[in-house]
């Protein structure tokens, strides 16, 4: 049977929004009058015939095809609101009652990557959440993947701190960073995803497509759970989508229930679709992250 393709990009942008398919620019010094050092063409980065992008922008990630469920969309299975919901955002007061709880723990992260020669620094930009008040901090792997120099920035903060990276697990797209010095620092509560039902509301936080002046708040219900998608490099399943807006930059930023706990982990927006997003849900992450403490590497 033929798969229904989807066209998906992953969540993370250098200084400004990129195209789908396309890898970021690298950085480029002002140069003297005469010598400019050569620039990739876009062209060169794009992929044929692809379903699913994630949402990275930065050389620290990758461009990654895929398909959705591996099957056409009449098949692929849905949560049925079988229950009541429990996240109901009734106003807008809530939205900022979540935030004055979650958004302390979101970091803005920034990526470097060897330069090559003396004209290319390739950087990126992500999301992450803090998970412990010494500075523990979860993201995703393609965020941080072939990084040698990474930075956090906390709410509310000017200067970026350095982090180190603790552990990585690219098979289940997630990374765990450790801030230098980091002490007495707001953490995040993490829910429970298995409780979650179709239609209740979520709030989605992070550095969308890394705009200045502080983190994005986007708004949205549960449209889906237990979704797969898959390609040739990467397999997720379990999957949380959302219609809040979730954009480069996203990646590794907060999907927060009506009570400001943390249930999912932002990584993928479909390309060709409206509002179309998909978390890593945080009952798959938990198990994960213990493994990511004790330094897994793969």
Do not use: C
């Not at 461009?63 to 591996?70: K, N, Q, S, W, Y």
Request: proline share 7%; hydrophobic share 40%.
């Amino acid at each position: 049977m033929e798969h229904d393709r989807r066209t998906l990009s992953v969540l993370d942008p250098p200084q400004r929004p990129l195209p789908i398919f396309e890898a970021p620019p690298p950085y480029l010094p002002p140069q003297p009058a005469g010598r400019q050092p050569a620039v990739r063409q876009p062209g060169r980065w794009r992929t044929a015939a692809v379903a699913v992008a994630f949402l990275v922008g930065g050389a620290s990630g990758g461009l990654v095809a895929g398909l959705v469920d591996g099957r056409s969309s009449a098949e692929t299975p849905a949560a049925t609101a079988s229950a009541p919901g429990s996240g109901t955002i009734a106003e807008p007061q809530d939205i900022q009652a979540i935030l004055a709880k979650v958004e302390p723990a979101v970091v803005t992260i920034r990526t470097q990557l060897a330069s090559q020669g003396r004209f290319f620094v390739a950087s990126g930009a992500g999301t992450g959440v803090v998970l412990s008040p010494d500075g523990e901090v979860l993201t995703n792997a393609h965020v941080v993947q072939g990084a040698t120099s990474i930075e956090v920035t906390l709410s509310g903060e000017s200067r970026a701190r350095r982090a180190d990276l603790v552990g990585i697990d690219s098979s289940n797209d997630l990374a765990l960073l450790k801030i230098r010095n980091g002490s007495d620092l707001p953490t995040a509560e993490l829910g429970a995803s298995g409780d979650l039902r179709v239609g209740d509301d979520v709030v989605a936080i992070g550095n969308a497509l890394a705009l200045h002046g502080g983190l994005t708040v986007t708004d949205g219900i549960v449209s889906a759970v237990n979704r797969t998608i898959s390609d040739r490099t990467i397999h997720l399943e379990g999957l949380i989508q959302t219609d809040a807006a979730i954009n480069s930059g996203n990646s590794g930023g907060p999907l927060v229930n009506a009570a400001g706990q943390v249930v999912g982990i932002n990584t993928v927006v479909a390309g060709d679709a409206q509002n179309i997003g998909f978390a890593i849900a945080i009952d798959r992450a938990k198990p994960v992250i213990d493994q990511l403490r004790a330094g897994l590497n793969r």
